[in-house]
């Protein structure tokens, strides 16, 4: 069992910048795949970014590549989401989510693959 509790959501003005955090308690949380989905109102739960265990490798959504930046700390056990350039349509329910690593990291993108989920943080970008 794993807990994820996100942290950091806000409002802010386009073009600013807002840093999320997710902690992780629980069994081995360090070894897990970590991924950062978000879910607007109306919409369905889309993807943002999945980082490795090692913190080595991740996968962004085109929509924030370049803007948005994910981190882990695993002596923290602690994974981060750095967004700049934020604009209005990043507006939404940021969730962090957790599982074992599987598959291959492309397999990561879909929240199908994620067990563990955070009960999310708004985050809310003013025109």
């Known amino acids: 069992q794993v807990t994820l509790v996100e942290s950091g959501g806000g409002l802010v003005q386009a073009g600013g910048s807002l840093r999320l955090s997710c902690a992780a308690s629980?069994?081995?949380?360090?070894?897990?795949?970590m991924g950062w989905f978000r879910q607007a109102p109306g919409k369905e739960r889309d993807f943002v970014v999945a980082?490795?265990?090692?913190?080595?490798?991740?996968r962004y959504a085109d929509s924030v590549k370049g803007r948005f930046t994910a981190s882990r700390d695993n002596a923290k056990n602690t994974v981060y989401l750095q967004m700049d350039s934020l604009k209005p349509e990043d507006t939404a329910v940021y969730y962090c989510a957790a599982d074992r690593t599987y598959s291959s990291m492309n397999s990561y993108t879909t929240p199908l693959m994620y067990l563990y989920w955070g009960q999310g943080t708004q985050v809310t970008v003013s025109s």
């Open positions: 629980g069994r081995t949380p360090s070894s897990y795949i």
């Open positions: 980082i490795s265990s090692s913190g080595g490798d991740t």
